[in-house]
């Protein structure tokens, strides 16, 4: 027996993984936060507000009807060299490198280090 999609609880999970408070998406809604809380808690929901919540989350209706949070946390586990293995999963995409970032923060680094060694220099030799 296949599990129904619970909507409300999909919103909520990709919500929080946008970093946003009920309170900003239901402002945007023009609702008060105790009506969007009704929604996260909600299974079912109309398509418009899905629409509405969609546009806001920066996503597709169709990633939150049929967001899988196992499904995405498994995808997340299996990026390689930034490419998803892809078993039909819907809506999470890492968009930068990890070891790129790394990198680019060693050399800021070690940019700063040759301008502090450049300026003891010129200290040095006046």
Same mark, same amino acid.
């Given at each position: 027996?296949?599990?129904?999609?619970?909507?409300?609880p999909?919103?909520?999970f990709?919500?929080?993984?946008?970093?946003?408070?009920?309170?900003?998406?239901?402002?945007?809604?023009?609702?008060?936060?105790?009506?969007?809380?009704?929604?996260?808690? @909600?299974?079912?929901i109309?398509?418009e507000?899905?629409?509405?919540?969609?546009?806001?989350?920066?996503v597709?209706?169709?990633?939150?009807?049929?967001?899988?949070? @196992?499904?995405?946390? +498994? @995808?997340?586990?299996?990026?390689?060299d930034?490419?998803?293995?892809n078993?039909?999963?819907?809506?999470?995409?890492?968009?930068? @490198?990890?070891?790129?970032?790394?990198?680019?923060? +060693?050399?800021?680094?070690l940019?700063?280090?040759?301008?502090?060694?450049?300026i003891?220099?010129?200290?040095n030799?006046?």
């Amino acid at each position: 027996m296949e599990k129904a999609v619970r909507i409300g609880p999909n919103i909520k999970f990709l919500r929080n993984l946008k970093g946003l408070k009920q309170e900003a998406v239901a402002i945007e809604l023009g609702i008060s936060q105790a009506e969007y809380s009704l929604i996260e808690n @909600s299974d079912l929901i109309d398509d418009e507000i899905i629409f509405q919540i969609a546009k806001i989350l920066n996503v597709t209706a169709e990633v939150i009807k049929e967001f899988n949070e @196992s499904q995405a946390f +498994y @995808s997340i586990e299996n990026k390689v060299d930034n490419t998803t293995i892809n078993e039909h999963a819907h809506g999470i995409h890492q968009i930068f @490198s990890p070891i790129e970032k790394v990198v680019e923060l +060693y050399e800021r680094l070690l940019a700063s280090e040759k301008e502090k060694i450049e300026i003891l220099k010129s200290k040095n030799n006046n």
